[in-house]
């Protein structure tokens, strides 16, 4: 598992150490769209460890293995192999040299990401790739258990949070699901359920760090969350 170096040039002028970035928070919250703006923003590599987890997921639903099967499923990672290809919009996704990048929003994939990642082992295996894609600096990260388990020395750390109910509608918008196709409500259970195992699992549960920083984006618009992520990272610059 490996991400290719981003070729374009830092864009702050201040960046002159290499940074770490930990985001953190539920789904809907926000993470990817906050990950590619400061990476942009501050020259650093996006590392979606969602992402990845996804990729892993649609391998086990490939190979018709269950995702309970926490066994099976360690198998399965002596055979996969998954790379983030970074792009101005964003990581393309690779998964054993497939780009799977536009399969991976899917509602059957991203429950059976939440599904696999709560095995022990499987988030052992995950988070050592994530550490060594991380080791040398000048990375944001985002997911669930960075800032408390994957880099719990990183320079930044956020967490990003909102209303289940705005969550909800978000995630209802980023899939491109229509009231015909799936209700937003059944959009909104489903999340509500993949809050629960990922804050409820005996491993890496969803929460805080202690010294991160909140974010509440109930009644903040884009465009001031994005201003506050930037003041937050370049106040750590400035350290």
Known sequence: MNAQSASTPAVDGNLTRALVVAIDGPAGAGKSTVARHLAACFGL?????????????????RMNVAFGDET?????????????????????????GEDVTALLRTPSVTDAASRVSVHPRIRAWMVARQQQLGARGGVVMEGRDIGTV?????????????????RGQRRFEQTGDTPQSRPSEEVARDLRDRDERDRSRAVSPLRPADDAILLDSTHLTLTQVLEQAEAVVRAALQR
């Not at 590599?45 to 639903?61: I, P, S």
């Not at 020395?153 to 109910?165: G, H, T």
């Open 45 to 61: 590599l996006n590392l979606e460890t969602g992402a990845m987890y996804r990729a892993f997921a649609l391998k086990a639903q």
């Open 72 to 96: 099976a499923l360690l198998a399965l990672t002596r055979s996969t192999e998954i790379t983030l290809v970074p792009q101005p919009e964003g990581n393309r996704v690779l998964l054993d």
């Open 150 to 166: 994957v880099f719990p020395q990183a320079d930044v750390k956020l967490f990003l949070d909102a209303s289940p109910e705005v």
